[in-house]
């Protein structure tokens, strides 16, 4: 009976360990990844996780504080206590420390607000961002010359500011990329800005934080900080027209697109498709998601989402074409897939 007991105790003490380590890697697992404010890869986030380290230091010194008073005070004996100690505890515990603590933190958590809105430099890269019902609509905004249009992806050149200038035509959204700077929402009837300085190349991703509508969770988008040669490429072919693609199920897809109307709200430069309620799709077969960052980018996928669309995004805006033949989706997926 003893040993079973003991067998019991060490089965509940191990069970206790295993929980403790899982519930520990699964909070360390959020501090990295590509959508962690806590691994940052730009100037603005990477002061935003310096407050929240100081934050949760402040709030553990706090914390520990107030256990070893409880401590202290379950295992008080009860008896008279000597007056003028009890009220240093009360107030100097209850008023003066709380007051200090918090003061110093909230004079340290404002304090780099006016930098974290400073204007960009003049001359520097301009993004306009809009946010539409589900999807995110890019204009890359350049002197002198028609902007670059696309939709739900940003490339960032490294070390650069770049400002965005973003807004809604209907409802709030809040534009979000987690590792390079805090969030900016986007209100119909005005431009709001953000700056971000990329500081560390590679792959992120960015969503909207404010809820939206019944697709809020399927408005993300795949964020690329690159070297500045690197972007200037990506840039300049996104501002050429779509090329024709030769293959023989793709021109079938192209002709198909036209004659089902997608153009009407579509724009692919070089066609007759000049529609600008939907995405720009000149160069959609080059996007490393499809969907607002919902779908992978694959034939297979395109065709999900064109005969599934609202199956796939609740609410969205964009039509189901369902009643094409599977033949004619395949098409009309090749088509897209090959818009490079
Ligand atoms: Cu857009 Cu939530």
Do not use: N, W
């Given at each position: 009976m003893f040993k079973l007991r003991l067998k019991r105790l060490w089965y509940a003490r191990q069970s206790i360990r295993v929980s403790a380590v899982v519930c520990a890697l699964t909070s360390l697992a959020?501090?990295?990844?590509?959508?962690?404010?806590?691994?940052?890869?730009?100037r603005e986030a990477s002061r935003i996780a310096e407050i929240f380290w100081w934050m949760t230091g402040g709030a553990l010194v706090v914390w520990i504080g107030v256990i070893i008073l409880a401590l202290w005070a379950a295992r008080a004996r009860a008896e008279a206590h000597n007056l003028v100690r009890t009220r240093f505890m009360i107030v100097g515990g209850g008023a003066v420390v709380p007051t200090v603590v918090l003061t110093v933190l909230l004079i340290y958590g404002l304090a780099p607000i006016p930098a974290l809105h400073a204007p960009a430099p003049a001359g520097s890269l301009k993004i306009a961002v809009t946010g539409e019902q589900w999807w995110w609509r890019v204009r890359y905004l350049r002197p002198n010359a028609e902007p670059v249009v696309l939709a739900n992806e940003i490339r960032l050149p490294l070390g650069e500011p770049v400002e965005f200038q973003l807004d809604s035509p209907d409802v709030i959204h809040s534009f979000w990329i987690p590792s390079l700077a805090g969030k900016m929402d986007m209100i119909p009837g005005r431009v709001t800005r953000l700056v971000i300085n990329a500081t560390r190349t590679g792959s992120f991703r960015g969503a909207c934080?404010?809820?939206?509508?019944?697709s809020h969770a399927l408005m993300a988008f795949p964020v690329v900080v690159q070297e500045k040669e690197e972007f200037t490429r990506w840039l300049t072919a996104q501002a050429q027209p779509a090329q024709i693609p030769p293959e023989a199920g793709a021109a079938l897809g192209q002709e198909l697109f036209l004659a089902n109307g997608c153009g009407a709200c579509h724009t692919v430069r070089?066609?007759?498709?000049?529609?600008?309620?939907?995405?720009?799709?000149?160069?959609?077969?080059?996007?490393?998601?499809i969907a607002a960052g919902t779908l992978t980018n694959e034939p297979e996928e395109f065709t999900r989402w064109v005969a599934h669309t609202t199956v796939v995004?609740?609410?969205?805006?964009m039509p189901t074409?369902?009643?094409?033949p599977p033949e004619q989706l395949r098409s009309l997926s090749l088509y897209l897939e090959a818009l490079k």
């Open positions: 959020g501090c990295t990844g590509v959508q962690s404010a806590l691994d940052p890869a730009g934080a404010e809820y939206c509508g019944e070089g066609t007759p498709a000049a529609g600008v309620i939907g995405p720009d799709l000149t160069h959609v077969g080059s996007r490393l998601s995004k609740p609410g969205a805006l074409f369902q009643m094409l």
